[in-house]
T-cell receptor, first 112, second 113 residues
Framework: DTEVTQTPKHLVMGMTNKKSLKCEQH?????MYWYKQKAKKPPELMFV???????INESVPSRFSPECPNSSLLNLHLHALQPEDSALYLC???????????FGDGTRLSIL | DAKTTQPTSMDCAEGRAANLPCNHS???????VYWYRQIHSQGPQYIIH???NNETNEMASLIITEDRKSSTLILPHATLRDTAVYYC??????????????FGEGTQLTVNP
């Protein structure tokens, strides 16, 4: 069982919808991450939060909006997505930025 | 971070050792070698990491050559559940506020009965 919990596991949405992905960890980790993974490709980093502050944004389009309301929670708000945004979205956390990352099992997102 | 090169795929018989190679010829002195794996339909899982000495934990062993330009991940007794994509990643392990993992294409290991 993973110690990083992501909800929902699957999400189908239209291009005009607004939805949010949620990630939760209770390991006391202070760094949290969002990755995007297309089919048969490796994960690609999107955002990094450290001590609840955004520290890395890998030039992600503004239709993806991350939020870290507290040290245990990480959200990814979605709005006006495109079909090419369909992918597996993975959340990870680490004790600090230089420690091994623990991943959730992801949210599989489909854009109609 | 230094670039890594791994074979695209490998096969291993169940119960035998699986030896997964990784080349990282441009590695710097302050860069560590990390291994993760991703089983189908799951998130990546951390396996092991090292700087220059060989490392062993309950999952695997990591052998790093003396010049640190390559390494081998060893699963001593592979099982069917070890079938996964294995990623070798090189990155600086300093005190940073939040650091990136740059995944390459990895090696698809298939363990056969």
């Amino acid at each position: 069982d993973t110690e990083v919990t992501q909800t929902p596991k699957h999400l189908v949405m239209g291009m005009t919808n607004k939805k949010s992905l949620k990630c939760e960890q209770h390991m006391g980790h202070r760094a949290m991450y969002w990755y995007k993974q297309k089919a048969k490709k490796p994960p690609e980093l999107m955002f990094v939060y450290s001590y609840e502050k955004l520290s890395i944004n890998e030039s992600v389009p503004s239709r993806f909006s991350p939020e870290c309301p507290n040290s245990s929670l990480l959200n990814l708000h979605l709005h006006a997505l495109q079909p090419e945004d369909s992918a597996l979205y993975l959340c990870a956390s680490s004790q600090r930025g230089n420690q091994p990352q623990h991943f959730g099992d992801g949210t599989r997102l489909s854009i109609l | 971070d230094a670039k890594t090169t791994q074979p695209t795929s490998m096969d291993c018989a169940e119960g035998r050792a699986a030896n997964l190679p990784c080349n990282h010829s441009t590695i710097s002195g302050n860069e560590y070698v990390y291994w993760y794996r991703q089983i189908h339909s799951q998130g990546p899982q951390y396996i092991i990491h090292g700087l220059k000495n060989n490392e062993t934990n309950e999952m695997a062993s990591l052998i790093i050559t003396e010049d640190r330009k390559s390494s081998t991940l060893i699963l001593p007794h592979a099982t069917l559940r070890d079938t996964a994509v294995y990623y070798c990643i090189v990155r600086v392990r300093g005190e940073t506020s939040g650091s990136r993992l740059t995944f390459g294409e990895g090696t698809q290991l298939t363990v056969n009965p």
